[in-house]
């Protein structure tokens, strides 16, 4: 079992910054991959960005050059650095981490609300 807490959400003006933080408890020794994924309203849940326990990243198109995902193994916690917020970034932004190759388990956060205005 693992737990994800997030932190790190709210309002922030366009072109501002915010950083969002998932720290994992449990069985975090298991865990293959991490990843932030976000939903708007009206919208599916879309990959954000993911982070492997090599090291390895992906981004969607959409916040490529904007966004850093990162990881403190020591802390057992995920971060994602959000840079030039747009509108369209507005969503409940949500912590992921996986176990097994193939995946065998997902274990999700509570979500926190990302709001970006202009």
């Known amino acids: 079992q693992v737990q994800l807490v997030e932190s790190g959400g709210g309002l922030v003006q366009a072109g501002g910054s915010l950083r969002l933080s998932c720290a994992a408890s449990?069985?975090?020794?298991?865990?293959?991959?991490m990843g932030w994924y976000r939903q708007a309203p009206g919208k599916q849940r879309e990959l954000v960005a993911k982070i492997t326990s090599g090291g390895s990243t992906n981004y969607a198109d959409s916040v490529k050059g904007r966004f850093t995902i990162s990881r403190d193994n020591a802390k057992n916690t995920m971060y994602l650095q959000m840079n030039s917020l747009k509108p369209e970034d507005t969503a409940v932004y949500y912590c992921?981490?996986?176990?097994?190759?193939?995946?065998?388990?997902?274990?999700w956060g509570q979500g926190t609300q990302v709001t970006v205005s202009s």
């Open positions: 992921d981490a996986e176990r097994g190759i193939p995946l065998q388990y997902r274990y």
């Open positions: 449990g069985n975090v020794f298991s865990i293959n991959a």
